[in-house]
Structures are given as C-alpha cells and as structure tokens.
C-alpha cells in the first residue's frame, strides 16, 4: 500500500451545481473501500468567512463539524459516505484566506514586501491544501474547488493548483467535472461547452487528468474518443455520470466507470494490489430500494422552499429509513402558514412530526402550534434546536399555565411581562452575540426514553444554537410531567427533554442530524422512525 499522500482536485465546468461534491464523496468512498485512508476539503471561493453568517436561502445548511466550524453543506456529504468527521480544516474560503494574509501582514510576517495574490495568497491556499496531507492521517486528500472554472473568484485557487501540480509532480491530478447537454432535437449529446470548459483550464495552466461527464444518456465510444482528443485526456479517463436515482448509487456507478482505477492509475499506483468492498454500502442501498414499510412525517420549518436548508435532516431520515426497511415521505410545511384554524388540515395524514431548526422569531407561533397539536393528539414528535426550544415554551404555556412564556430572542411585542425560559449563553463571542457550536458532552438520566434510544450514558453532539433552557424554572417542569432526560455534565445545561405519557415526544438542543452517516444512522432518527412505523 502507498503511503505518500497524494492529492486530488476536483474542479468544475461548464455550470455550478453539477455535483462534484457527490463526486467529490464517491471516489473518496471507492478508495476508502479499496483499504486507503481518505479525507476531502472544500476549498469555497465566497468572501465571508465561513457560511455561518448566510441566510439558508443564500447557500443551504450551515454544517458544523466537532470542533465548532460552520462550513459549507458538502461536508456533510462527505461525513455521511466516509463515516470519518471533518474539522476546521476542512473548508477553506477566501475570506478566510484573505484574513490570515492580512493578519499576517499587519504582524509584519512579510518583512515589509508589497502583498500580492502571487505568491501570497496561492502560498496560503497551498498551505491550507497541504495542511491535510501533513497531519500524516490520510494517504489521499481530495480537495473540491468551489464554483465553476472561469469564475473570477476562482481564479487564486486555479492557480494554486497549476503551481502545485508543478511542484507535486506523480502525486497529484485533477479531476474536471462538466456537463455534456443533450438536444432533443438533434437527439444527441454536446461535446462543445466540455471542449470549451477545458480550454479554459487549459488556458490558466491546467490539465485535467480525468473528465468526468455529467449526462442524461450513455457516452458512446465516439463521444469518448472526441472528448479525450480534443481535451488531452485518453479514452479511458472520460468517465460516465449519469443522473441517478439516489446519490447513495453514484458510488456503484463510478466503480462501474473505474474512476479509482483510473484515479490510482495516473498517481502510479497498481490497482490490482486492492479490491473494492462495497458490501455494506450495498446492503444499505437494497434496504433503500426495497422498503417493507411507508411512512409520512412532516418537517415544520421556515425555509422549507430550499430543500438543502435541512439537507443533514432529510438525509438523516434516508439513513434512518433504510434501518428500519421503511420509505420516509418528508411533508414540507411552513410554519409561517400555521395557524390554530388550519392546524389539523396542515398535519393532517402525517405519522409523525419533526420541528426544525432555525433562528429569529419568524415562523415561531406556527412551530409551538405544531408541537401543542402533535402532544394533545399523541402523533410522535421530534424537536430539533429551536424545535426543542418551542416545545419547552408550548409546555410552560398550555401545561404549566405560563401564558406568557418566551424566551429573549423571540420577545413578542407587547406590554405584559415575558417570561424568560431560555437565556442567552454567557461568554461566548459571536458577532457580539452569543453562539456554542460544536461537540459538547451530555449525561442520559437513566429509566428514560433517551436511556433506551442511546447505547450509552455519556455521549456528545453537536451544537449550534444561543439559548438555553433556564434552569429557574427545573422543577416546575418535572412536576408537570416533563423530564429532562440529557443534561450538560459541565455546565449543567438541559439536552434533552422528553414526556412520558406519550407514543414519541423528545426536543434535543443539538443537531443529532449532523452525526448521521449511511454505516451509523442517528439513534434518535433510527427511534422516532421506528415509533413512527409501529404506531
């Protein structure tokens, strides 16, 4: 087995969101299955920071990895088919990039020398590329460039890959993903914008070792011959990507393809010393495409119109599902159009509800709408972040008899006194707000629900929220009937609340979507599916 670290850039052409993060995984996955040790980055040619700061609508889920980086979506995608966490380092954007250059700068670092995109920012993308490869954990890293080859933003991360294809010789290549259209008039497949998108790379200094085709019909051997002359490529190195029922297919298509044998081909290793094995990847995808059982739950949340705005939740419920050889229909439901008189029509026909994440007070009322209806009329229920949130607030209400309930954030504007159940985290530093993310350790009570969901006592997840229960109000809670079921062992802060006179009714203040992978679907989606299922 090779033990240098070799790197693999995966670019795109032609047009965005063509998958290369899909593509990204799924050759991660073939090496991974083939005995090698694999890691991806996403390097993002944004401004900001890190997305944490972009409204879902703008760029999808915030994903936060354990030690507390928001990063871009992808690395989601990649946890979930390498079943190995990501970190920091992980995602790079330029703004980041531009940041360190200029603390480094303001420092001196630069011994007073005019601070050029040549060499200092390539220099700093290189490094951030390298820092993977350095830890001496993995043999390959995989590094997917954001947006599309000609982009303007793009251009300092082209560049640093020419030079490091340069300086890393045998062990890197670059892998471009782009788009044959097809012309129903014609009836055929176009090879243009792909010769088009190539020159382009071309003409910044790089060439790809591998085309990957994004196509709805099959390559034939002229296409491929055509591609591989006019891109500088051979035949074998033009692979198929065909659209595919799943993205947990494509993985089975790109071995069909021998996208890793090409892969490790071209980074001189011999293929024939490993296998791929796939075997649990393909019990997963038969437990998928042959559910014994079909269940509706509906997801309240306020940016249901994009999809990927709860992409780690849907793809938690895939996991989930296929455990429990049942199909999860998500119902989509905005919760600004709840209201006391539609409530039963809105949920009516669901097995079960998920309230999700979110911030601000929009959307709020219909969220604590949802949970009173889902506990008065015994429908299993999870709640996710503010999900969890809004159910502690319907729980003091129309329980406790709290009419003024609320919590700091989501004061309503009126003249009675609000009673605070959550309070704003104290000394943690967010744009002058407060913000914990995140892993962080929780405690199961014993002889609760969250007891038999969790094969141990003492886990830890992911968090992403600024308030907390406030735990002034504990014991009338517990007398209610409510328990509080996880608690943080540090900070003595409520995880999870549950009640017990109920079919499902848990709110977590973490993410439990963010740990959930094909080979381990989340426990608590994995239990509220299957108390779905078996009601």
């Known amino acids: 087995m090779q033990h240098d670290t070799k790197f693999i850039f995966v670019t795109g052409g032609v047009t965005s969101s063509l998958g290369k993060g899909i593509i990204a995984a799924s050759l991660a996955k073939l090496l991974q299955a083939r005995g090698y040790t694999v890691t991806i980055q996403k390097l993002d040619p944004y401004i900001n920071i890190d997305p944490g700061t972009l409204n879902p609508y703008e760029h999808g ?57 040549i060499p200092h920012i390539t220099d700093e993308i290189k490094n951030r590329i390298k820092e993977l490869g350095k830890t001496g954990q993995f043999q390959f890293v995989i590094t997917e460039i954001g947006g599309t080859v000609g982009d303007i933003e793009s251009l300092p991360y082209i560049e640093a890959v020419r030079q490091l294809k340069w300086e890393l010789d045998n062990d890197c290549i670059v892998v471009h993903l782009t788009l044959l259209p097809y012309l129903s008039t014609t009836g055929e497949l176009k090879t243009k914008p792909t010769q088009h998108s190539v020159k382009m790379l071309l003409e910044s200094g790089v060439q790809p070792d591998i085309l990957v085709c994004r196509a709805e019909h099959a390559l034939s051997k002229d296409i491929r011959r055509k591609l591989a002359l006019f891109c500088n490529v051979e035949a074998e190195a033009v692979i198929e990507a065909r659209d595919a029922s799943s993205i947990y297919e494509v993985p089975l298509l790109m071995e ?19 296998h791929v094995n796939l075997s649990s990847w393909k019990e997963f995808l038969h437990k998928l495409h042959h559910p014994k059982n079909e269940i509706k739950i509906g997801l309240v949340g306020k940016y249901v119109e994009l999809k990927d705005s709860y992409k780690s939740i849907s793809e938690a419920f895939v996991h989930a599902g296929a455990i429990n050889e049942c199909k999860v229909h998500i119902e989509w439901i905005h919760s600004e159009n709840i209201t006391e008189e539609n409530i039963a029509e809105k949920l009516k026909g669901l097995k079960g509800v998920l309230v999700a994440p ?99 006592a003492n886990i830890t997840e992911r968090h992403r929220h600024r308030y907390e229960f406030n735990n002034e109000y504990e014991q009338h809670f517990k007398e209610a009937g409510m328990e509080l079921s996880g608690i ?9 609340v549950e009640l017990k006179k109920h079919p499902f009714f848990v709110g977590v203040q973490f993410h439990p979507e963010y740990k959930s992978t094909v080979e381990k679907p989340h426990p608590l989606f994995v239990a509220f599916v299957r108390a779905v299922k078996e009601l």
């Open 488 to 496: 943080n062992p540090d900070a003595g802060l409520v995880e999870i």
């Open 256 to 274: 069909r393809e021998k996208l890793d044998a090409v892969v490790l081909k071209k980074l001189a290793i011999d293929a024939a010393q490993t």
């Open 358 to 456: 979110g911030f601000g007070s929009r959307g709020i009322e219909g969220k604590i709408l949802t949970i009173k209806y889902a506990r008065e009329h015994n429908i299993p229920f999870l709640g996710i972040c503010l999900g969890m949130q809004c159910a502690v607030i319907e729980f003091a209400r129309n329980v406790l008899g709290l009419k003024d309930a609320h919590s700091r954030e989501m004061n309503p504007a009126t003249s009675s006194p609000v009673i605070d159940l959550l309070e704003t985290q104290k000394n943690l530093s967010y744009m002058g707000g407060t913000m914990r993310l995140g892993a962080y350790p929780c405690r199961i009570e014993a002889d609760t629900l969250a007891a038999k969901i969790y094969p141990t």
């Open 61 to 117: 889920e915030c994903y936060v990895t354990d030690d507390g980086a928001e990063t871009d979506l992808d690395l989601g995608h990649y946890e979930r088919f390498l079943n190995v966490p990501t970190s920091r380092a992980n995602n790079v954007t330029t703004g980041r990039i531009y940041q360190s250059v200029i603390e480094k700068e303001r420092k001196g670092d630069y011994l007073g020398k005019t601070v050029q995109v």
